[in-house]
């Protein structure tokens, strides 16, 4: 088992065990034992289960668990244009591939496939939360909700609110503020429906981001805010013409994160995505406010967006944690968007002149993998849930197996009937563990996640 210890350091339980309960959480952990099977034993031995009662899985040779991926920004409804962006940027990105999209999912055969495609994709790449931005559509967003409720991806699906003449097209735009909050309450109450008590699947308010939004759909979603501390999550500062955009249209303020704050929508339940052009001020309001920030290196990258700065975040304080930002990023892998975070980081350094703050600045493969795991967790709310392997958490989880090169320098499985699908990781048998993570980092992808569970139950199995 490898899970994070702290934000720059992983921690390696050897010879380890992990007992889960009926609920999927972990009830016992011992590790450093003289063997696996020492460690097996006492952990049934700590419940007083025999052996023949539960389910036993034994990850293999060069295999091992590690937490679940957390996605803290997605768009399931643009899973069917990942890659196709050419040379836009974000405004008449929106305009020319995603807004036509989105709204064709309003029929609900087109949205099953989208939705159900999504949901068993990201999960084969160890996704097993992920915050959704849907559509505007009621129905459809709802079967995005029912579809991960049944095939058992933890999930934060949120009702798209765009209602801004002058900035949302005619033919995708909620008719006035009431027809927002309206819909945003229709999408709750079925969720209320489906999983009472969010075991699994939570509602979550989505004010699409300031341009497209009027100050009543801000106020009114300020207000349900308040009545349940619901989570928020919307976009921010990403492109430098959604800046000024927005100077525009919301002139009083001051500043893009002024105006979210100025309509209540800067909570400690907040999840801002991108934050890519901040100003210190900003910075310090979100930080004061406790509010999280979604980093999508991939979405900025594809999109000419700016690299945002993870390490001034962090040194503000803030917590922060990866998004794919599907499909404004083309990958719907958040180890994707863990590498593409150090290579972003490492852009920003090379702009540095001072040493000391240019290497301070690149970001670790540990912290990388934080930001992945932990540090989502923390922007959800689910820092004492999910994101290791500690007792009285839930088991969500990946197992992950690289490919052992044999002596004569084939790849794992070629030579043999097994054949077993390593990937592009090769393991020659020298490497340390931390070097074996690095490997998996920069070149491991879906094939090499073998098997994904979610509250513990298996999700995810690959053939
Ligand atoms: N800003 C407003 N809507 C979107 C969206 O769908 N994707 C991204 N990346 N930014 C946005
Ligand atoms: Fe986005």
């Not at 349940?228 to 430098?240: A, D």
């Not at 719907?332 to 920003?348: D, G, K």
């Not at 090169?405 to 077993?420: F, K, L, M, P, Q």
Request: aromatic share 8%.
């Amino acid at each position: 088992f490898i899970h994070s210890k702290s934000r720059a350091e992983l921690e390696y339980l050897h010879n380890a065990a992990v007992a889960v309960d009926r609920q999927g959480r972990i009830a016992a952990v011992v590790k450093d034992r003289g063997s696996v099977g020492v460690a097996r034993d006492e952990v049934l031995g700590q419940m007083g289960w025999r052996a023949d009662e539960v389910d036993v899985v034994q990850c293999g040779e060069g295999q091992f668990f590690f937490p679940g991926f957390i996605d803290t920004h997605v768009h399931a409804s643009q899973y069917p244009n990942v890659g196709i962006f050419g040379k836009s940027t974000l405004l008449d990105w929106l305009d020319k591939y995603t807004f036509p999209l989105e709204s064709s999912l309003s029929d609900l055969a087109k949205a099953t496939k989208v939705y159900t495609a999504c949901v068993r994709r990201t999960l084969a790449h160890g996704t097993t939360t992920a915050t959704y931005f849907a559509t505007i559509d009621v129905p459809a967003t709802n079967l995005l909700a029912d579809l991960c409720l049944s095939i058992g991806q933890r999930a934060f699906v949120g009702r798209v609110c765009m209602d801004r003449k002058g900035f949302c097209p005619d033919y995708y735009r909620d008719e006035s503020p009431e027809d927002s909050m309206r819909a945003t309450r229709e999408t709750i109450a079925h969720i209320d429906e489906i999983d009472p008590g969010y075991r699994l699947v939570s509602p979550i308010l989505t004010p699409r981001f300031a341009p497209s939004c009027s100050k009543d759909v801000m106020n009114g979603l300020m207000k349900l805010q308040r009545e349940k501390n619901f989570p928020v999550q919307t976009h921010i500062s990403e492109n430098k013409d959604e800046v000024e955009l927005v100077k525009t249209i919301h002139p009083g303020p001051g500043s893009y994160a002024a105006v979210y704050d100025d309509h209540g929508l800067l909570t400690p339940e907040t999840v801002l995505a991108h934050a890519v052009h901040l100003t210190e001020e900003e910075g310090n309001l979100i930080s004061q406010r406790e509010s999280k920030i979604s980093h999508c290196p991939c979405s900025n990258s594809s999109l000419a967006s700016g690299e945002a700065r993870v390490r001034w975040m962090w040194d503000k304080g803030i917590d922060v944690g990866l998004g794919t930002d599907m499909s404004g990023g083309y990958s719907p892998s958040i180890l994707e968007a863990a590498r593409q975070a150090t290579l972003m980081s490492r852009h920003l350094a090379m702009q540095i002149d001072d040493e000391e703050c240019r290497e301070k600045c690149k970001l670790t493969v540990e912290e990388a993998l934080y930001l992945g795991t932990r540090g989502g967790a923390v922007c959800l709310g689910l820092g004492d849930e999910v994101g290791g392997f500690e007792v009285g958490k839930q088991l969500d989880a990946q197992l992950i197996g690289l490919g052992e090169v044999g002596e004569d320098g084939s790849r794992a499985g070629e030579n043999s009937n097994d054949w077993v699908d390593a990937g592009n990781v090769d393991v020659f048998g020298w490497e340390t563990w931390e070097e074996k993570i690095a490997k998996w980092l920069y070149n491991g992808d879906d094939r090499n996640t073998k098997k994904v569970w979610v509250k513990g139950r298996l999700v995810h199995s690959r053939r």
